[in-house]
């Protein structure tokens, strides 16, 4: 999953920092079994439909206090794609209270930081930031719920800065360039085949009432979520939600409305997209197949198949064969929609990307027919376990895995009992999974990016 910032710097830009991200969203949620549910948290809903859980850390007088939307790019009506990021833009420009620009500064002269993303399921906003100012914080949240201002002036500024943006990211980064060619045909006819930041001829056309559009479609308290992390207690959460939030209420207009999506369109053929760029130092090789969300088996078989050095595919490409210098894989369980299972590798200097493609398919073919081994599903089990028992201790990245999962429609005992069913998952289940994704027919989109002089041979 791609989010994209306001603030750039922030911004998950290419294509392996992506699958990263999923990586470490789902390994945040690995806590050993015998201390399930250690994130503690809890949760109660006001009367206007807002949820909000908190999520104890008592370490230090800090909290992270963040307001999920459940409308992200997804979300957005045929023709208008970008316009939820562009507004996660323009949520930052001011309000009837808060002058022009001022939100982040306010934040900043309090010794706090902010920042916000969009993905295709959720928008998200956050302040780190001492508890004592969180009155503060809740108050300024609440109000640009409610009351954003957008001049005309603004909204030209702030589409010029998307666009902008959407060159540097995308139009200028072949990598991202031939990601969004690979989705576009992954999911075709759902929203996750369009990019998050838009199409650029779609983005030079949004508008002022566009963004409003959205805004008040959207951003509404029974469609948010708040989620604070840190050193406070339900009783004081609940007292300060109730207050600022509490009285906020739900446009009449939208007491009705559903997220309704479009089904993906069957895959029923494989097809491979081949892009060639002057920027491309060296190749590379994507296959992505469709795969259902919510499976901790195809969590513990991409593991099993690409995570790290003692990895099938690494120890069998990189490290016999000696045909690839890079391997893995990556899928995220956590999302609303349809979800993708990707392979990836970079040929070692002098190989083809045929050599490559062929050794790589030959070992999904063996995992799909013959499945993966006792041994190696103790070893992923144990690895995803212990790679991030560290996150109990963080501040932050707790209330992101329960605001991605809550947005997508997960409940809180999925998080907290996440563990358990890794445990709990069989040999047959992962090689089941294989199967189901990977088997005889499973129709796959190939990517391959090549240098703008290189042969394509296949």
Not at 135 to 156: G, H, Y
Not at 180 to 204: C, D, K, Q, T
Not at 240 to 252: I, K, Q, R, T
Not at 355 to 362: D, G, S, Y
Request: hydrophobic share 40%; net charge negative.
């Amino acid at each position: 999953m791609l989010f994209l910032s306001a603030q750039p710097a922030n911004c998950q830009k290419i294509f392996y920092a992506a699958l990263t991200l999923c990586m470490v969203l789902c390994s945040l949620l690995c806590v050993h079994p015998a201390q399930a549910q250690s994130f503690g948290a809890q949760s109660f809903t006001l009367e206007n439909g807002m949820q909000v859980v908190l999520i104890p850390n008592h370490r230090a007088p800090v909290v992270s206090h963040m307001v999920w939307y459940k409308s992200g790019a997804a979300d957005e009506k045929r023709g208008k794609s970008g316009v939820a990021h562009f507004l996660e833009h323009l949520l930052f420009t001011g309000t009837e209270t808060i002058d022009p620009d001022a939100f982040s500064k306010i934040v900043k002269s309090h010794g706090g930081q902010d920042n916000a993303f969009t993905s295709q399921d959720f928008t998200a906003y956050y302040q780190n930031i001492a508890v004592e100012k969180l009155p503060l914080i809740m108050a300024m949240e609440a109000d640009r719920m409610k009351n954003l201002m957008l001049s005309e002036e603004t909204v030209t500024r702030e589409r010029q800065v998307i666009l902008e943006e959407r060159n540097e990211r995308t139009d200028n980064n072949p990598s991202a360039r031939l990601g969004e060619a690979v989705n576009s045909a992954l999911f075709v006819n759902h929203p996750y085949g369009i990019p998050v930041i838009g199409w650029r001829h779609e983005m030079e056309g949004l508008t002022r009432q566009d963004a409003f559009d959205f805004y008040h479609a959207n951003y509404r308290p029974a469609n948010a979520i708040l989620i604070v992390a840190g050193d406070i207690t339900l009783e004081e959460l609940r007292k300060l939600a109730e207050s600022y939030y509490g009285v906020l209420s739900n446009p009449p207009e939208t007491a009705n409305y559903q997220r309704v999506w479009t089904d993906p369109a069957p895959l029923l053929a494989d097809q491979t997209i081949v892009l060639k760029d002057e920027k491309v130092q060296a190749p590379t090789y994507r296959r992505y197949y469709r795969a259902p969300h919510k499976s901790e088996a195809a969590e513990l078989l991409s593991d099993i198949l690409g995570e790290g050095t003692t990895s099938r595919l690494y120890r069998k490409l990189v490290i016999e064969m000696k045909i690839a210098t890079s391997i893995g894989s990556g899928y995220d369980a956590v999302q609303r929609g349809p979800s993708s299972f990707v392979l990836y590798a970079v040929p070692a200097p002098g190989v083809e990307i045929a050599t490559v493609e062929k050794a790589l398919l030959a070992e999904i073919r063996e995992i799909a027919a013959n499945g993966v081994t006792q041994e190696e599903l103790t070893t992923s089990k144990n690895r995803m376990i212990n790679s991030a028992v560290y996150a109990r201790d963080s501040l932050q990245y707790p209330a992101m895995v329960f605001g991605q999962a809550l947005t997508a429609g997960f409940d809180m005992d999925y998080v907290e009992y996440w563990t358990q069913r890794i445990e709990n998952a069989a040999l047959e289940d992962v090689n089941a999974a294989a199967r189901d994704i990977l088997g005889d027919g499973k129709a796959a989109i190939t990517g391959i990016l090549l240098p703008l002089t290189q042969k394509t041979t296949q």
